[in-house]
């Protein structure tokens, strides 16, 4: 048996989503274009540099920033380090399982890394310490709590929120501590593709029967600075629009309401 | 009932009052003690442990919603959500053509309204599909409940079950194993489904079906 039990869909789940979907519903009331609440928690973690704490209806993620001191690239001498890493905890779901991370989490984990590196959010060249010596490395660590759909999204705002609130320790080096120097505050926005229609941060159910998935992550001047597709369905040109325009939209909103940016 | 609706602890010492050792409870130097955490419920002089979560223990002629995960070459592998897959022979069910491939009969991912046939001493399931109103399911959605929580649902002589469906005009179908299969207008199944989550957190209180019936009226 290849999948697991928990993994194969139930058939007529799928048709019953692609029906109502074409009617117009959504599974849980809500409208294509509409995300679920999300809430923030800053500063879960005392003891990290940054914390977040992301709750995306049932979906439920925490977030740590660490900085630390390292040696920087030989190909970029002048300029901070950023790693991002995902882990799926069992105890999020059923179809989590222990070990090596899996595709998923690689990459849940790259595409958090690429809307953040990509939109330039951190000035990675103010993380310098000695040039070609020592510069400040920004460890992104994700965790997953509680996984019903859409841990982009979840982990992309987390991971946005921790940097805002993440303080540079220089303290340990003789300096003075400082806010984590940032430019840009970008939003990703997750779509699934149900029959022939595209909704915004679908939940698990939804993510289970979705034939396609756009991420689109933009930052507050309304510039696309990273996307990818998953899943093996096709998304037309005209979705492909009409998802960036939502996305930038919706990037706007959750910036103001959630980070209140 | 004689036994008072309380909830016990895993350990905690039970006076049976009379009543027969029924599920959830065993016997130590004399006295009575709860398995695990639920609600004391009596039934036919028995009294039983209803426990408030926990997952599916099949159980003879008990009718659930299983799902097609893989095929044998004689007999359909299915899931019901117990700790054991269950196993639906081709024998059981009312299709006859022994030629035929398993594959166009139920496809991996199928949804069947079966019963428990038998359980054999090693713990495998056998299920039937040969039984009234068992069949194949199509159309509707799917959502899941607690186990424990079914016979909540169905109510006294399937009174909370009847209510809903009376109430919403949608088809519901229960399975023991807390598989449940709903068929109906979108914002119709959606309200049923939000009564599920309802009773399920409620269960444990009395004087359910009267409650719903006044949430179903109000929201109409």
Known sequence: MSKSADEIVYGLRREYLEKISAEGNRIDGRKFDETRQAVVNINFVPRAEGSAEVR???????????????????DTPNSGILTTNAEMLPMASPTFESGPPSEDAIELARVVDRGIRESKMIALDKLVIKEAEKVWVVFIDMHILDYDGNLIDACSLGAVAALLNAKVPASKIGAEDYPLPINHVPITITFAKIGSIMVADPNLEEEEVASARLSVATNENGDVVAMQK???????????????????????????????R | MDIERKIVLPGEEISLEGMKQGNGIYHENGKYYSYTMGVIQTYNSYANIIPLAGKYYPVRNDRVIGKVIDIAPSFWIMDIRGPYPGFLHINDTPWKNLDQDLNKILRVGDTVFLKVNEITESRQTWLSLKDAGLRK??????????????????????????????????????????????????????????ILRFIEKEAHTSGLTDRVKKILEESR
């Open chain 1, 56 to 74: 995306l209806g049932d979906t439920r993620v925490l977030v740590g920033v660490k900085v630390e001191q390292g040696v920087p690239f030989p």
């Open chain 1, 230 to 260: 998953g899943l093996s369905g096709s998304i037309t040109q005209q979705e492909l629009f009409s998802a960036v325009d939502t996305s930038i939209k919706l990037g706007k909103d959750i910036r103001k309401r959630v980070l209140g």
């Open chain 2, 137 to 194: 399911l199509e159309g509707g959605h799917i959502i899941m409940v607690q186990p424990t929580k079914v016979s909540r649902i169905i109510g006294k002589g399937g009174s909370m079950v009847n209510t809903i469906k009376e109430a919403t005009g949608v088809k519901v179908q229960l399975g023991q194993n807390g598989v449940v299969w709903l068929d109906g207008p979108a914002e119709k199944v959606m309200e049923v489904r939000k």
